[in-house]
């Protein structure tokens, strides 16, 4: 079976501060691929980035950063600097491929973020 | 180029009856898959529709249901509406299936349920 973990219901911080959210995975499957998306208010979940199980170089973009440990399971996101337009809902996800029906995300329950300026 | 679009916005329905929910995808894309968003459940996966084809389905009764157009076009369709299908749908589109390809999401259709 296929879980996303999210602890962090809410997080606050203060403008410019880094803030790490977590992630931790489940899955038996030995291809998968973890993603990160940002929700706004306005409701569209943006694509953040992907990650395939056989990738664990973590990756900058930006005031973004991602840490993949598979020995963790874990694919936790890191905003350095943080700004007001940060604050959002983020949501882990898990997909892994089933032969001959495809792949399904699994999301985490989202950690929501608030930037204090 | 376009994103994802979702048709309508923002939907008021009286239980009993039926409502129908629309979502063009990126163009070139085949794979469109719905999900479900409630603050009690979280984010829960419907069904994937890839080249007309029904692929994949979620734990969702029987009144959900879905259809793919010729043109990668997705509807969904919930009959017989129940206070408990209030909720933001959302619709991915992926080249391939959503995981092996990214997948880009919509606005999503707010369906209150009165």
């Known amino acids: 079976a296929q879980k996303v973990t999210q602890a962090q219901t809410e997080i606050s911080v203060v403008e410019k501060e880094d803030v790490t959210l977590d992630c931790v995975y489940e899955?038996?499957?030995?291809?998968?691929?973890l993603f990160w998306y940002k929700q706004p208010p306005s409701g569209e979940l943006v694509f953040l980035i992907r990650?395939?199980?056989?990738?664990?170089q973590n990756e900058i973009s930006g005031r973004y950063s991602w840490n993949f440990q598979k020995s963790t399971s874990s694919f936790n996101f890191t905003i350095t600097a943080s700004q007001v337009v940060d604050s959002a809902v983020y949501f882990c996800?898990?997909?892994?491929?089933?032969?001959?029906?495809?792949?399904?995300?699994?999301f985490g329950t989202g950690t929501s973020l608030t930037v204090i300026p | 180029k376009a994103g994802v679009t979702q048709t309508p916005r923002y939907l008021i329905k009286t239980r009993g009856q039926q409502v129908t929910l629309s979502c063009s995808p990126i163009?070139?894309?085949?794979?469109v898959s719905w999900y479900q968003q409630t603050p009690g459940q979280g984010l829960q996966f419907l069904f994937e529709?890839?080249?007309?084809?029904?692929?994949n389905k979620g734990n969702f009764p029987g009144r959900f249901s879905g259809r793919q157009f010729s043109n990668s076009r997705s509807e969904m369709n919930v009959s017989t509406l129940e206070l408990g299908d209030s909720a933001l749908y959302l619709c991915?589109?992926?080249?391939?299936?959503?995981?092996?390809?990214?997948?880009?999401f919509g606005q999503g259709t707010r369906l209150t349920v009165v």
């Open positions: 529709y890839f080249s007309e084809t029904q692929r």
């Open positions: 163009s070139g894309h085949r794979s």
């Open positions: 899955t038996r499957d030995t291809t998968y691929y």
């Open positions: 991915a589109s992926s080249l391939d299936s959503p995981g092996a390809s990214e997948a880009f």
């Open positions: 990650r395939n199980s056989f990738d664990e």
């Open positions: 996800a898990l997909s892994a491929y089933i032969v001959g029906t495809g792949n399904q995300f699994y």
